[in-house]
């Protein structure tokens, strides 16, 4: 029988489960598939409920972890395979090399030394970086990565000799961990549901249509654009923008269920523009606003009430290149208004929705649903997003729940 707890998924629901148990006083790991913590939090500019930049619910996590002896934590590690049974699960899981030293938190001399540059995943392709680089401004650990395609290319022998003696490390190779554990926390969380599968809505096909997540980045100072929402084609601001709300959620032939959180990202973000410009004009295309309990009706509300905000009830059935230069428009039932409408608009902005990583990438010994979600059982214990989609404080409380039902386990089978 293990004491010990495994934590899937280091963002923020599996740093809130990892900490939660370990000040209850039991060992846990945590294994995250990216260079660094934080997951889908860390992208964002702002979020609810404060409106408050991700630092500032993550640091606070990130401190607590790095106090705790009781937390070890790996990252670029991916869980390869679970046997066993609760009080005692054998887990296999793969390290991928860093090719960095812990010290090396500069990249600036070694990515000066090489001019290959790749699209930056974090800023969803929107600018690009250089093989050595620092993940995010806030990356816990704070410690630079170097891609595996510059370790082969060459390139990282020019780093290596730019770089301070021992920061890198060309020799590194995967490493194999086994982990005995008495249960497993499942805090795999969400991606972005892929815009391209939606023809109707034309994402790739005209410059001018972004998803909510890239304009998280944009909007974010440490973004591709220094904190603008600009049109991709003419990097300007624009005077008029269109949300469509549920892009592929409520969806048969996509996400059959609804996102939790679009709406409310599309009011924030609509809230971003009108920061940003006295004159933009919003359009929202919605089937139904979705912003449950007070606080977020009442930012509805709020964000209602502005005169250059403009609710229509309808979901955007087609899309096409406007008369403008760059221009979109969004073709529409108006159900309240009544007829068809088409609005050109400068840019338009796909509120895609959550959809869980279990969609795409199963861990085997672990089970899913169809959709992708994480079907708990003794021992297994999903949260967040892994579970259903749901806001950051949702998660929050979700993870502690799991971190309370992951120590049961434990006591109930060391009894
Ligand atoms: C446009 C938009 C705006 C949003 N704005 C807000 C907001 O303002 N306020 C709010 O409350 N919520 C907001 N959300 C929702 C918020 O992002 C989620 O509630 C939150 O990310 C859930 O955290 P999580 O830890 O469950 O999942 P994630 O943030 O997705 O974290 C999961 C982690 O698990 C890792 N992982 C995945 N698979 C594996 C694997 N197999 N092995 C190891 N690691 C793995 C991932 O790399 C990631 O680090 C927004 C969502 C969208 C789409």
């Known amino acids: 029988m293990s004491g010990s707890i495994l934590v899937v998924g280091g963002g923020f629901s599996g740093v809130t489960a990892a900490v939660e148990a370990a000040e209850m006083g039991y060992d846990v790991y945590i294994v995250e598939k990216e260079s660094y913590l934080g997951g889908r939090v860390a992208q964002l500019n702002k979020y609810f409920p404060k409106l408050c930049p991700p630092t500032c619910g993550l640091e606070i996590n990130f401190r607590r972890i790095k106090t705790n002896p009781k937390i070890t934590f790996y990252t670029m590690a991916e869980v390869e395979s679970v046997s066993g049974g609760p009080g005692n699960f054998s ?28 699209p930056n995943e974090f800023n969803f ?103 603008k929402i600009v049109r991709p084609s003419d990097k300007e601001e624009p005077k008029t923008v269109g949300f469509v709300q549920c892009a592929g959620s409520r969806d048969e032939n996509h996400l059959r269920y609804c996102s939790y959180i679009c709406c409310m990202a599309t009011l924030k973000q609509t809230l971003y523009l009108r920061e940003q410009s006295e004159d933009v004009e919003v359009y929202i295309f919605y089937i139904d606003i979705r912003s449950p309990g007070e606080r977020y009706e009442k930012f509805y509300k709020k964000v209602k009430e502005d005169p250059k905000v403009h609710l229509i009830k309808g979901k955007v059935a087609e899309v096409r290149g406007g008369s403008s230069p760059g221009g979109v428009v969004l073709v ?84």
């Open 91 to 118: 887990v296999q899981v793969k390290v991928n090399p860093r090719y960095t030293t812990p010290q090396c938190n500069n990249c600036v001399p070694g990515a000066e030394a090489v001019t290959t540059e790749v």
């Open 125 to 227: 392709g929107m600018d690009m970086r250089k093989p050595l680089y620092m993940p995010n401004p806030m990356a816990f650990p704070n410690q630079c990565v170097l891609d595996a395609s510059a370790v082969s290319s060459g390139d990282g022998q020019k780093i290596k000799a730019a770089m301070p003696p021992g920061h890198i490390d060309l020799d590194q190779k995967p490493e194999i961990l086994n982990l005995n554990v008495g249960a497993i926390i499942m805090a795999t969380g969400w991606n972005p549901y892929d815009a391209t599968k939606i023809d109707n809505l034309c994402f790739g096909k005209y410059e001018n249509i972004v998803t909510n997540m890239m304009v998280e980045r944009m909007a974010s100072p440490s973004g591709p654009t220094g904190g």
């Open 332 to 415: 529409a039932e108006d159900i309240i208004g009544g007829g068809k409408i088409e609005k050109e608009v400068d840019l338009a902005v796909l509120a895609t929705g959550m959809q869980p990583t279990g969609a795409t990438i199963q861990i085997p010994g672990i089970e899913y649903n169809s959709d992708g979600f994480v079907v708990p059982k003794e021992g297994i214990i999903p949260c967040g997003c892994a579970k259903r989609p749901i806001d950051v404080v949702s998660s929050a409380q979700s993870a502690t729940a799991a971190a309370l039902k992951a120590v049961q386990t434990l006591v109930r089978r060391a009894g």
